[in-house]
């Protein structure tokens, strides 16, 4: 299971490059090339979304099917241990999906406005030039 997370955590990772290359001041020469390299990606990275989906399932799927440690049944300390670790995975993982959610929102978000503030100064040209 741990590829996943890798494959997610770089996925993240390259969607946080990419929005803070979008709105970084001053890399105006960049940004057509930017901004379409990241239209391009943005149809492929919506695979995250439902990837994201099934490891909040296998998340949630360890958290039902976990030993309890209850009167019934007792726990050795390494059971604890174990249970413990486990539960501090989980907790990383689900910010770590959380954070590739909003990455991909985020850069979508943006890279909408940034074509579109495009847009304006391209018809704010136009303007200027008939008068």
């Not at 695979?47 to 998340?59: T, Y």
């Not at 309890?68 to 300390?77: I, K, Q, R, T």
């Not at 990383?92 to 100064?121: C, E, M, P």
Request: glycine share 4%; with cysteine; net charge positive.
């Amino acid at each position: 299971m741990a590829l996943e997370w890798v494959v997610l955590g770089y996925a993240a990772g390259a969607e946080a490059v990419m929005l803070l290359l979008l709105t970084l001041p001053g890399l105006d020469p960049l940004r057509k090339g930017l901004i379409s390299v990241t239209r391009s990606l943005l149809k492929p990275f919506l695979s995250i979304v439902p990837f994201c989906l099934f490891l909040l399932m296998d998340i949630y799927w360890k958290y039902e099917t976990r030993p309890s440690c209850g009167e019934d049944h007792a726990c050795s300390p390494s059971d604890h241990l174990r249970h413990q670790k486990s539960i501090m995975k989980s907790q990383r993982n689900a910010l770590l999906i959380a954070a590739a959610l909003v990455f991909y929102w985020l850069l979508y978000s943006v890279t909408g406005l940034v074509v579109r503030v495009d847009q304006l100064k391209q018809r704010l040209e136009k303007l200027k030039n008939q008068d």
